[in-house]
């Protein structure tokens, strides 16, 4: 995923950006960088952040930076901001998205006239880069920027500081979010709306879908209007979005307690108690158990000292190692129990499944499984909600596969994805044995849209029902 947050201010900026960005920690744990400008011109610090938080690592870069202007960002991939000198002039720029057509964009570059793209380590080329580059073929910033989200296929939001100002644009469906905040004498813009509230900062508003603004520290001028058609990422409030933020309006932690609710109405378990997996699942639980009457207990508690941020290594086998390490179990909460235990989801299925053997061999009686939103059928096309090379890792895909073949309609997908067809429930019940769970039952997609509480036709749920 990822994360930014942007400061122009008519004093020092550096303090702002750099406990702005940290708030953004949730969203990566790969790479980290701030970039400002001030007397001295650009100046940029990136660090690796896979093994110590953002803040230890830019402590000391902090104490050097100086400048009014600045923008940094938390990646879960790419090494940036990039500081890009162009047509355009000298300018750092930092995104969150995700780019499906890189090639086609590269050679349309390279016939273009572009040089070189500089290759990471991994031999995969930044996509930061592939988008300054995409913004340079056009002869102002603003026709560049509009030019990258045309031609992208996903989804590209951009944060690009340059001498006179920042440019803030969100992408061209409204897929990621882009607030802005306000105090005396500086504006702000962020990922997550709650970064700048502890900092000063009041809410302004939200940027459109598509819309590009310039931001300096007496006003924030919209360059490029926003767009009619909104398709904002339903995973936000499920999964992604820190609990004090809001998207769009709408509260995260109280979408979360709506999906619990809803999903105890539709449920006939009669559990002892009910749980969330730390942290994301937890809300969802308090949820559950508010509506159902049913006590809320913490049978495993997450280690945070040293495991604070949510997510967890790229490589699938050390994933699984430290999600196991990161419980530390209540026995006397366990034994002898009916549990039912709330994810926000289940993707490979692997960790719910070692939980679950975890919670029988501590004496659990029944474990009973709920995520909080429908089965992922489909890879996000949109989002690095993974970098998964193929929707095989999906545990539905597997089991889908499994019942029937190779080579799987669309229209036989779109049956796995209805809650009312059998194709749903044998695809249930073979999850249920697999991952040998008590029970399973899934929050419906109608429920979900009902929990966010907007127009579904301005949420993007394709990872659900592959439309969109």
């Not at 619990?260 to 969802?284: C, E, F, N, Q, Y």
Request: net charge negative; aromatic share 10%; hydrophobic share 35%.
């Amino acid at each position: 995923m990822g994360g930014f947050f942007a400061v122009a201010s008519k004093e020092d900026c550096v303090f702002d950006l750099f406990f702005g960005t940290d708030y953004h920690s949730h969203l990566g744990t790969r790479r980290a960088g701030l970039a400002v400008y001030g007397k001295k011109g650009f100046d940029r610090a990136i660090h690796n952040i896979e093994n110590s938080p953002f803040r230890t690592k830019f402590e000391s870069d902090v104490h050097k930076m100086e400048g009014s202007l600045g923008i940094g960002c938390i990646s879960d991939y790419e090494p940036q901001p990039l500081i890009v000198r162009s047509h355009h002039g000298t300018f750092a720029i930092t995104t969150v998205g995700k780019i499906n057509n890189t090639d086609t964009l590269v050679d349309s570059v390279f016939g273009n006239g572009n040089s070189h793209f500089l290759e990471m380590s991994g031999g995969e080329i930044n996509a930061t880069e592939l988008v300054a580059a995409l913004i340079n073929q056009k002869d102002n910033m603003v026709e560049g920027i509009k030019y990258a989200q045309e031609v992208i296929e996903g989804s590209m939001s951009i944060l690009i500081l340059t001498p006179k100002g920042i440019y803030a644009a969100r992408d061209r469906m409204g897929r990621t979010p882009v607030a802005i905040g306000r105090k005396e004498g500086s504006y702000c813009a962020s990922f997550e709306s709650f970064a700048y509230l502890n900092l000063g900062y009041e809410p302004v508003r939200e940027l459109g879908p598509g819309e590009v603004v310039v931001i300096n520290p007496e006003a924030v001028v919209t360059v490029c209007n926003p767009g009619k058609k909104m398709k904002i990422c339903t995973f936000l409030w499920v999964y992604y979005g820190y609990p004090s933020s809001s998207y769009e309006g709408i509260s995260v932690e109280k979408m979360r307690y709506n999906c619990g609710s809803l999903l105890a109405r539709r449920d006939d378990a009669k559990p002892d108690i009910v749980a969330g997996v730390p942290d994301s699942g937890t809300a969802h639980a308090i949820g559950y158990a508010n509506e159902s009457g049913i006590p809320f207990s913490r049978p495993f508690i997450k280690y945070t000292p040293t495991w604070p941020r949510s997510f967890m290594p790229t490589i699938q086998s050390k994933r699984n190692l430290i999600a196991k390490m990161k419980l530390i179990p209540v026995h006397d909460l366990i034994k002898d129990k009916s549990l039912l235990l709330i994810d926000d989801s289940i993707v490979r299925g692997t960790q719910l499944r070692e939980t679950t053997e975890f919670l029988y061999k501590s004496g659990a009686r029944e474990v009973h499984i709920r995520p909080a939103c429908p089965p992922l059928v489909y890879g996000c096309k949109f989002l690095n909600f993974s970098r998964s090379t193929s929707e095989m890792d999906l545990i539905t895909r597997r089991v889908i596969a499994d019942k029937e073949g190779d080579n799987v309609s669309d229209e036989v997908l779109k049956e796995y994805c209805n809650p009312d067809s059998d194709r749903y429930d044998s695809m249930l019940e073979e999850i249920r044995k697999q991952l040998s769970f008590t029970s399973l039952r899934y929050h419906r997609l109608d429920d979900l849209i009902e929990s966010v509480g907007i127009d579904k036709d301005n949420l993007c749920t394709y990872c659900w029902n592959g439309e969109e």
